[in-house]
Nanobody, 120 residues
Framework: QVQLVESGGGLVQAGGSLRLSCAAS????????MGWFRQAPGKEREFVAA???????SYTDSVEGRFTISRDNAKNTVYLQMNNLEPEDTAVYYC??????????????WGQGTQVTVSS
């Protein structure tokens, strides 16, 4: 079993930056594909970014060039660096493990989420 805990969310002005962290415990995630999703009020959970165990990455179009997903296997942690944030990025951000997919149902493990609020 894998436990995922996100941190690093907060309130930031448009154009600012945040770095989210996803710390894993219970099992090493170095061999797991990992992803980040987000969910805004009244909307469905949507794919943000994913990274394979070997470091291959993919992004949704709206964050391409602004967000960077990375992993530090020695620390059992996955990161999401978010730059040039926009009000439309406001959402609860979730870390997920076990797949390399844009579909939430493909992932076996989820964190509790961290709130990101971008003010205009």
């Amino acid at each position: 079993q894998v436990q995922l805990v996100e941190s690093g969310g907060g309130l930031v002005q448009a154009g600012g930056s945040l770095r989210l962290s996803c710390a894993a415990s219970g099992r090493t995630v170095s061999n797991y594909n990992m992803g980040w999703f987000r969910q805004a009020p009244g909307k469905e959970r949507e794919f943000v970014a994913a990274i394979t165990w070997s470091g291959h990455t993919s992004y949704t179009d709206s964050v391409e060039g602004r967000f960077t997903i990375s992993r530090d296997n020695a620390k059992n942690t996955v990161y999401l660096q978010m730059n040039n944030l926009e009000p439309e990025d406001t959402a609860v951000y979730y870390c997920a493990g076990g797949s390399y997919s844009t579909r939430p149902k493909s992932y076996a493990y989820w964190g509790q989420g961290t709130q990101v609020t971008v003010s205009s």
